[in-house]
């Protein structure tokens, strides 16, 4: 594999039609098929032609994220100058962030961490509201389907707090970059907060609703019952983000 210099590394940034590379400790990877790379910048922050070793370390990924691109060489020097170059990578991370004020900057922790943290109510909410609606149905215990009531109430609060949070990671991390995972996502949360301010409008205003299997109270359950699968597909998609799906050169590598 061929030793590239730093100069090399440098002018390759994928501007005016050139490649775009990055080196992690030590190794080089080709990035030029990244659409996230896009005019050599990544997330706003990442630029490309230089050494992301200490970046990546803030990164709310891995290097997992770079061994799906071609490596292509290595990082000529790197093995004696390792400890040099990490302390400029350092210095130039630093210089970075006193050059870009603002409240992200103070606090790094809101650039990444609100929407994994948020979106895990939803989820709950979503699963548990059929669960105790179909514990109900089973056992015929008020407490049950109040629950499910309780659950479908909550999820009008905690549903567009992920969804804004989500927005807002989605700007910040991605640029904004139409991903099909997050539109999928965006598509699927709209429809996830339809069901359920419907059904706890519908459950509010018509408590029978939740006696017998008429037409109307079997269109109900089902809407109620319609949460699980729908949380289940938008944590999914959110989950490719975090842990993308492996291409089969990354097999055949490993």
């Given at each position: 594999m061929k030793e590239i210099d730093k100069s090399e590394l440098e002018t390759n940034n994928g501007t005016n039609g050139r490649p775009l590379w990055v080196a992690y400790r030590g190794r080089v990877f080709d990035l030029t098929t990244s659409s996230l790379w896009a005019g050599g910048s990544h997330m706003g922050s990442h630029t490309a032609g230089g050494d992301?070793?200490?970046?990546?370390?803030?990164?709310?990924?891995?290097?997992?994220?770079?061994?799906?691109?071609?490596?292509?060489?290595?990082?000529?020097?790197?093995?004696?100058?390792?400890?040099?170059?990490?302390?400029?990578?350092?210095?130039?991370?630093?210089?970075?962030?006193?050059?870009?004020?603002?409240?992200?900057?103070?606090?790094?922790?809101?650039?990444?961490?609100?929407?994994?943290?948020?979106?895990?109510?939803?989820?709950?909410?979503?699963?548990?509201?059929?669960?105790?609606?179909?514990?109900?149905?089973?056992?015929?215990?008020?407490?049950?389907?109040?629950?499910?009531?309780?659950?479908?109430?909550?999820?009008?609060?905690?549903?567009?707090?992920?969804m804004i949070t989500g927005y807002i990671t989605w700007r910040i991390n991605y640029g904004g970059h139409p991903i099909k995972a997050v539109t999928r996502k965006m598509a699927l949360s709209v429809v996830l907060f339809a069901v359920d301010a419907a059904t706890f409008a519908w459950r509010r205003n018509d408590p029978g609703i939740i006696d017998g299997f008429s037409g109307g109270n079997i269109v109900y359950f089902l809407l109620v019952f319609l949460l699980m699968p729908l949380v289940t597909i938008i944590g999914w998609y959110g989950a490719t983000l975090t842990f993308p799906l492996a291409k089969p050169e990354d097999k055949d590598r490993g």
């Open positions: 992301l070793t200490e970046e990546i370390a803030a990164a709310p990924h891995g290097p997992e994220m770079l061994e799906r691109f071609p490596e292509i060489g290595t990082l000529k020097g790197n093995g004696g100058g390792q400890r040099e170059e990490e302390s400029a990578g350092r210095e130039k991370a630093e210089t970075r962030g006193r050059q870009a004020p603002g409240l992200l900057t103070r606090f790094p922790f809101l650039k990444r961490h609100p929407h994994p943290m948020t979106v895990h109510f939803p989820i709950v909410l979503g699963v548990f509201a059929p669960l105790f609606l179909t514990l109900y149905l089973i056992f015929a215990i008020p407490g049950f389907e109040l629950t499910s009531f309780y659950c479908l109430g909550a999820g009008l609060f905690f549903i567009p707090v992920a």
